[in-house]
């Protein structure tokens, strides 16, 4: 542990000079030596170009094993690689990787991961689209209180896709999403009558 906050006084200028080289080199022989911490610090460095090279491959290559090992960290990079593959982010654009990693993210409970895995069904991206399974990723999402995943729910409500038409319930989805600041949510609730 003492290698890794040394790794932090160069990284952060603590005490001594910044030094992005000798932290690079401590991180990365605590992360080859399976520190989950030191992989997802060597991770932000291949994300940020900080120090060497911006390379996504390898900021996901240094994520995915600090996530393999449950590092909570580790897990939170994983919806942020899926959208690197959705986007082309850095990265070649891949729906079908960009589904397995919406889906460990959903898998771990993550409402953001959850949300897009229903995005994925939605619109058929990386997987057969499925308006239900949309529907049902999108409560899992709504119920954590994202406000994209009741938006997202509220159209499938409003719109009768995957769950059976419901106006009330449409709103009430909205209403929640809208509490929140969401726009889009405020947007529908105006169209339909319904704002404030």
Known sequence: MAQFRLAGCYRNGLGIDPDHTKAIELYRSLA???MPQAQVSLGQYFENGEGVEQDYNNAIEWYSKAADQGSDDGRLHILWI??????????????????????KSAEEGNSYGQRWVGVCYYWGYGVTQDYTKAAEWYRKSADQDNRYG???????????????????????????????????????????????
Do not use: H
């Open 32 to 34: 080859e030596r399976g």
């Open 82 to 103: 899926g959208m690197c593959r959705f986007c082309g982010e850095g990265i070649s654009e891949d729906s079908n990787k960009a589904f397995e990693w919406f889906s």
């Open 150 to 196: 009741q938006l997202q729910l509220g159209w499938c409500f409003e719109n009768g896709r995957g769950v059976g038409e419901d106006v009330d319930t449409a709103i009430f989805w909205y209403r929640k999403s809208a509490d929140q600041g969401d726009e889009d949510s405020i947007g529908r609730l105006k169209e339909i009558g319904k704002w404030p």
